[in-house]
């Protein structure tokens, strides 16, 4: 199960409506084998697409340097779908290489950068098999919460 803050879910929804069409995509760290998403990062779909994102490499690679100097990792790694369902493609099966963390996906097909609700879903990928888990968002995120939902 994944346990992610409000203000985090929020700012996560908040860049996937905001660059509809185009795929959001970023990072949100955490202590290491905390299992805690944190640190909210936006990044920069490098590709442009709305089929497709790309970590520009140079950011990514200052990101990971950046994590390991903190102690972190990266607890969620998010991405949108602007015009299908929020469920891992191919592609982003192919590419997920954290086993550890929860890749989310979220999905604006339905409302855009317009209100409305969006699909938010979680996944752990790990070797190529995808299974979706429950997702809590919680106030604040605290140890106890944590805890209490893992």
């Known amino acids: 199960m994944l346990t992610i803050a409000q203000a985090t879910y929020d700012a996560i929804v908040a860049h996937a409506k905001r660059d509809h069409p185009v795929e959001a995509c970023g990072i949100v760290a955490g202590p290491e084998g905390s299992d805690r ?3 909210f990062i936006e990044m920069v779909n490098a590709a442009g697409s709305p089929t497709f994102y790309e970590y520009d490499s140079t950011d990514l690679l200052q990101l990971y340097r ?3 100097q903190r102690g972190e990792e990266p607890v ?3 991405h949108s779908h602007s015009a299908t369902e929020a469920y891992p493609s191919v592609t982003d099966i192919n590419l997920a290489s954290e086993p550890g963390a929860h890749y989310v996906l979220v999905g604006t097909r339905e409302h855009g950068n317009n209100e409305g609700p969006v699909e938010f879903r979680s ?4 070797d190529g098999q995808v ?3 429950e997702v809590a968002v919680v ?3 605290s140890a106890e919460a944590t805890e209490a939902a893992g």
């Open 76 to 78: 969620v790694i998010y």
């Open 37 to 39: 998403p944190e640190r």
């Open 66 to 68: 950046e994590m390991d």
């Open 139 to 141: 106030p604040t995120l």
């Open 123 to 126: 996944y752990r990928i790990v």
């Open 131 to 133: 299974t979706e888990e």
